[in-house]
């Protein structure tokens, strides 16, 4: 199977703009990947959120939304699977999912198990997390989905056999990436023994992007930071 990290800019609140990415990205990897993935939250921005519940609730998507349905419509006409971070909204319940699209349909979507992707202090009963992981299948390869500190709380909660695919949102400098890289590696394998990290490129606030291939502990690929690319890897 052949995968492709799509570290591309979002731009919070820009959905149209984000869309526009989203299908840029499927344009150039059709035919180079069968499955697709981008980072945490890349669908509205991961900054898009007020902590005023009825105009997050006015942002975020649901499943059954005509932004999904064009989703699932690309996945058909690109012939590429879809993995991508998103604000869910269902019914007046909020959380930040990673749905997985593929031939048209909407084959699995997980939602973060950990409180950090929200100003907690801020927000109540509307805004949630999600139970647990589940491994899905995609194009004959077992997989499951980390977001962001999920790995950092519960990497027992998270360990897995099969591939771990760990969308993020991380605004690091450049100096704190070249700290924290390895850490995330190792962190990665005490969920799993291949993990493939996804970082979107973000100017407001600056996020560098990146993304990376993590097998037992150690970094095996990447791409550089500051560059939409994609990271291509048959598995």
Known sequence: MRIGLAAYQCKNGDLSFNMYQIERAMKCAAGKADVLCFGEAFLQGFDSLCWN??????????QSSAV?????????????????GYIEK???????????????????NYRRISRGWKEYTRTDAHYCEGEAAEVFSLHGKQMTIALCGDLWEYPQRLRTAS????PVYL???????????????????????????INPIDLDPVSHGGAFCFHQGQVVSGIPFDQEDILFIEL
């Open 90 to 108: 269902e019914q007046d319940r909020l959380y930040s999912s990673c749905i997985v699209l593929s031939e048209g349909e909407i084959l699995h």
């Open 171 to 197: 605004n690091f400098t450049i100096e704190q990436w070249e700290q924290e890289l390895d850490a995330y590696a190792a962190q990665a394998a005490l969920a799993a023994d291949d993990a493939v990290l």
């Open 53 to 62: 519940y009825k105009e997050d609730a006015a942002i975020a998507v649901e």
């Open 68 to 84: 999904m349905k064009q989703l699932q419509r690309w996945t058909s006409e690109y012939g590429l699977s879809l993995i991508c």
């Open 163 to 166: 591939l771990l695919i760990w």
